[in-house]
């Protein structure tokens, strides 16, 4: 009786461990952050690529609609996948979509936007990456929604697809 | 010549005094950028790390540290942008309970077992 339950005992702490680990060997090793909870907008100074001066981050949303924050680089070869259907977001009335230049060459930027078409009502210039960690970014390409209260309610890691778009789409209906 | 040695030692001091705390500042900044895990190459901390990443969250730390943020505040900060992953050493709330209790849980069925058999052999 007592080896019978010393077994059915051993059998179960097996089994237990058995799920753990077969059920880790199908989670992905790669660690991506989570917007679990609705997240605040930092408040930074930035300075515009067109323009060159500092813009405060109030003044850069301070309309009463959506935002999409875009990170992305002209060395990004997934920023110019994703190119085209920023381009379909930004004829969006109810939208803005502002661009943060990661730590690119400011010259190569530019020639990014004229040969592929400027999709962002505003472009800010992360050339070290701190204004990107201040959204919570680790990489390029990554876009953030902003709601109406100025909270940043969902991030996309990596480039963005018609899937991503039509999602986007539903949220800022 | 007396006033130029006062001014010489006074001078000297002063720059051991700075180049002391630079130390200082340096070992501070270097402990947390050990204690925060690197996103991109996840076996490494920031401080070994040369990614992107890595030097963005190194500066960011800089930044912290001169506006006199504490080593939890600064923590806090990141937690709050990437979760607890980022951090090395984990907090215990809800999600890392298990983590922190489990060893001590095992510890104690383990010793029960021990001490059980002790008490058996005894007899």
Redesign the interface.
Known sequence: MKNKLTLIILFIFLSFCFVILYKGLNNSNTYIPKINHEKNIPVFKAKDLNSNTYIDSEKIFDENIYYIINIWASWCIPCKKEHPLLMELSKIQSVKLIGLNYRDNLNNAKKFINELGNPYAQILIDKDGTLGVEFGAYGVPETFIIDKNKKIIKKFVGPINKETVEEIKLIIK | MKILKFILIISLSMGFSQLKSDEKNSEFKNKILKNIRC??C?GQSVYDSES??A???K??VD?KINEKLSEEQIYEFLR????D??IYDPGFNKNTYILWLLPILLFLFGGAIIYKKILINKK
Do not use: H, V
């Open positions: 996103l991109i996840q992107d990443f030097s963005s969250i500066l960011i930044k709050e942008k990437y979760g992953w980022i």
